[in-house]
Nanobody, 116 residues
Framework: QVQLVESGGGLVQPGGSLRLSCAASRRLSSIYTMGWYRQAPGKQRELVATIISGGVPKYGDSVKGRFTISTDTAKNTVNLQMNSLKPEDTAVYYC??????????WGQGTQVTVSS
């Protein structure tokens, strides 16, 4: 089992920035995918960004050019730098970990609200 602990959500004005972090509770295997999904009220959960360990990141179309995902393998963390935030980015953001043959894990979610 792996627990994922998220931090960094909050309230920000349009055009502002936030940084989300997610830490895994134990050392991860050499190959895994970590990333972020989000869910706004009344909408389905959608991909924000994912990255395969040491690989190329993948972004949802609505965040390309504004968000950047990165990992720190030594600390078993994944970070999401969110710039130029828009009201439509408002959602609960969930950290996700996928381990081949080892299961999929979700964090508890962190609220991001973009409003003036």
């Amino acid at each position: 089992q792996v627990q994922l602990v998220e931090s960094g959500g909050g309230l920000v004005q349009p055009g502002g920035s936030l940084r989300l972090s997610c830490a895994a509770s134990r050392r991860l295997s050499s190959i895994y995918t970590m990333g972020w999904y989000r869910q706004a009220p009344g909408k389905q959960r959608e991909l924000v960004a994912t990255i395969i360990s040491g690989g190329v990141p993948k972004y949802g179309d609505s965040v390309k050019g504004r968000f950047t995902i990165s990992t720190d393998t030594a600390k078993n963390t994944v970070n999401l730098q969110m710039n130029s935030l828009k009201p439509e980015d408002t959602a609960v953001y969930y950290c996700n970990l996928l381990i081949p043959a080892g299961g999929r894990y979700w964090g508890q979610g962190t609220q991001v609200t973009v409003s003036s």
